[in-house]
């Protein structure tokens, strides 16, 4: 599946985004439309409370989480996960859990995961882009 312009950004590449990396700066200005999986929010909060400075980073991702588009996971998230799940255990890759929900995520509304992590490229009919510099 060719990337559509349509993407949904994994936690990597929104920490890359708080931080100001270029490369998702300008994925983002050429991205036709941009979703976050709430699964990433969950691990951004998770950073952020155990960060040194836990108020202000956790006020970032709600200011983050409250400018984006947000995908929640659903009843076809869920067949989606246990469909890739089965198919990955099958091939003998397995990934993450989050990482699974992720992808499903992403499967399920045809968008291209950008991510920085390697084992996506295991999920079969995921479109995957780096956003790297």
């Known amino acids: 599946m060719p990337p559509t312009g349509r993407v949904l950004l994994d936690t990597n590449i ?3 985004l708080l931080a ?14 941009v979703y976050v ?8 909060y998770y950073g952020a409370r155990k960060s040194a400075r836990p108020a202000a980073n956790v006020e970032r ?18 067949a989606a996960y246990g469909e890739l799940k089965a198919a990955l255990r099958a091939q003998g890759t397995p990934i993450p859990e989050n990482d ?4 499903a995520l992403a499967r399920q509304h045809a968008l ?3 991510t920085r ?3 996506f490229a295991a999920v079969p009919g995921l479109a995957v882009e780096p956003w790297s510099g």
């Open 37 to 44: 999986p709430v699964i990433a929010l969950g691990e951004l």
């Open 14 to 16: 929104l920490i890359g």
């Open 20 to 33: 100001g990396d270029p490369a998702v700066l300008a994925g983002l200005r050429a991205a036709e439309a």
């Open 112 to 114: 291209t995961l950008v």
């Open 117 to 119: 992590d390697a084992h």
């Open 100 to 103: 699974l929900w992720i992808a």
């Open 61 to 78: 991702v709600e200011a983050l989480a409250a400018a984006a588009a947000v995908l929640h996971c659903d009843g076809a998230t869920a």
